[in-house]
């Protein structure tokens, strides 16, 4: 199984290297985390490992939740995910518990969470339009998307816009994987994953961090 943790995002801070050369990087408390189910190819049609992070309290947990925990021996837990697996064979238990110690010997990750929420944004935010000229003759227009003409609607197919039109919309609040992260540090002691550069989310958002799937060299 590849490395992999739900966490949280705590913050960015700053650390040095080896050279003196100082480095913006993210911290995420990840793990522990608990194997609470193993798929299998025959019965569920593919490999993975179910893991769990956070246990909840009973009262906050619905009896199917904590009845599939009861089979793999845990608590109840507030998240849940599952990592494929490339092999079937894989020597974890049910109830295993998984900490950043299984990142010690990893160089490079991908961060995957939530972005931050931004609200109805207009094309300028959201898309990075330029604008109208600010000088004489333009007016009330400084920030205005302009025309769409023939070009805004599916002709043949409907009258609305097309499918990912550049327009006015809902901004952030998705789901964003970024990739090739250089793992600065692991505190084992503390839970502690040193990432560097920024991660998606905010302060406080679930993360999962896993082995990066794209091979990298480190730039010298």
């Not at 990075?128 to 003759?137: E, K, L, Q, Y």
């Not at 805004?152 to 809902?170: D, E, I, T, V």
């Amino acid at each position: 199984m590849q490395a992999a943790l739900l966490g949280r995002k705590i913050g960015m801070t700053q650390v040095y290297d080896d050279a003196g050369a100082i480095h913006p990087v993210t911290v995420v408390q990840a793990g522990p985390c608990y194997v609470t189910q193993l798929k299998t190819g025959r019965p569920d049609g593919y490999d993975a490992v179910q893991i769990g992070f956070e246990p909840a309290r009973p009262q906050r947990a619905s009896k199917p939740i904590i009845g599939h925990a009861k089979k793999s021996g845990t608590r109840a837990m507030r998240c849940y995910r599952e990592i494929r697996l490339n092999q079937p064979e894989t020597d974890l238990q049910m109830g295993a518990e998984l900490t950043v110690a299984m990142f010690e010997d990893v160089s490079w990750v991908d961060v995957i969470g939530t972005t931050k929420g931004k609200g109805f944004a207009g094309v300028i935010k959201r898309h990075h339009f330029h604008g109208m000229p600010a000088s004489h003759g333009c007016e009330r227009k400084h920030r205005a998307p302009g025309s769409i003409s023939s070009h805004g609607n599916g002709r043949g197919g409907s009258g609305g816009p097309k499918k990912g039109k550049k327009m006015a919309g809902h901004m952030g609040d998705v789901r964003c994987s970024s990739r090739n992260h250089k793992l600065m540090s692991v505190d084992v002691e503390n839970h502690l994953l040193l990432i560097k550069g920024s991660v998606p989310g905010a302060n406080g958002g679930l993360v999962l961090v896993r082995t990066s799937k794209t091979k990298r060299e480190a730039k010298k």
